[in-house]
């Protein structure tokens, strides 16, 4: 007991630290960081946002805000050990739980030396399928092809999702390509498989006996065709080449049912893709970091645990 108390206290002293940061940030004059190679990365730079597609995204609908996707640099300290993630906030694909989901999972990832890329990606029910996972796709070949600017290593790049998000994240991890090496867009000949894949209450299915319907008709629609119903499971869409994961869930959630992530589990499993997942009995949906839970707030320091184990908190 003592030794979880001490290992939740560190979780609770390193995000405080991240907090902190992130207010002071604030405070200070919103001047954005530098972009290109006169940029110094790991200087606590104020997060940047940057647009994934400078010319306008394809398929945008317009100009707005919500035609836009970005992604927030949320850099890792001159500490760094090079390992970057995507985080997609959920929000049933109708919006994006940027605070809980976004910005406080970036200040924790930085506290482990990594790098954090909030995505803002477009939603429905204005954008359908594929145009989320393109945008996912996008913001990992941003980071992998610009890894020297950002300070990362291109081979250590990784996704993180939270409810729907999750599904996006673990789209991009069961549909990538390896980029194409005659593109005119020098971004586009990065490959947009994900290094490793972090999921946190995740939607995985569409089979209606455990999915979670609102993402589901704001991602496909009204009326999908079942061909892509079944290709947006993603429980069935996993492969040898699936890349290794970590989940947690609750059981007590009533949202997204722990059946999504144990599917996806026993499919990365007959696959043999290196996979660990937690369920915890208690704790609703769209709980976050939960620091706030003494059972629920250790899988911040399982998933430190598994990255360490994974060699992704080490500065080659």
Request: with cysteine; charged share 20%; aromatic share 6%.
């Amino acid at each position: 007991m003592r030794v979880q108390r001490t290992m939740v206290a560190g979780v609770i002293v390193m995000m405080a630290m991240a907090g902190l940061t992130t207010r002071a940030a604030r405070a200070a004059p919103q001047t954005p960081a530098p972009a290109g190679r006169g940029a110094q990365p790991g200087l606590n730079m104020v997060p940047q946002e940057i647009p994934l597609w400078p010319g306008g995204a394809p398929g945008a609908l317009g100009s707005a805000d919500a035609d836009t996707p970005t992604l927030t640099i949320y850099r890792a300290s001159r500490r760094g050990n090079g390992t970057a993630v995507v985080v997609a906030p959920g929000g049933g694909y109708t919006n994006l739980a940027m605070d809980h989901e976004g910005r406080q999972v970036a200040s924790f990832l930085n506290s482990m030396g990594v790098s954090a890329f909030v995505l803002k990606y477009r939603l429905g029910p204005r954008y359908h399928h594929p145009i989320e996972l393109g945008d996912a796709q996008r913001a990992i070949r941003v980071v992998r092809s610009r890894a020297q600017e950002l300070n990362v290593l291109p081979d250590r790049v990784g996704i993180m999702g939270f409810s729907a998000g999750g599904h996006l994240a673990s789209t991009a991890a069961t549909h990538f390509d390896n980029g194409k090496a005659d593109a005119a867009d020098p971004i586009d000949r990065a490959g947009c498989r994900p290094d490793f894949l972090i999921l946190g209450y995740p939607v995985i299915s569409t089979d209606p006996a455990i999915a979670h319907a609102g993402s589901v008709r704001s991602l496909l629609g009204e009326n999908p065709d079942p061909k892509l119903l079944e290709d947006m499971s993603n429980d069935l869409r996993v492969t040898a080449q699936t890349p290794p994961t970590f989940i947690f869930q609750t059981n007590a959630d009533t949202t997204v049912v722990a059946e999504n992530s144990v599917r996806f589990y026993l499919a990365l499993r007959k696959a043999k893709v290196p996979a660990e997942m937690h369920i915890f009995e208690n704790g609703p949906h769209g709980v976050g970091l939960s620091l706030e839970d003494p059972a629920l707030s250790m899988w911040p320091t399982l998933l430190t645990n598994w990255m360490r184990g994974r060699g992704l908190l080490t500065k080659p």
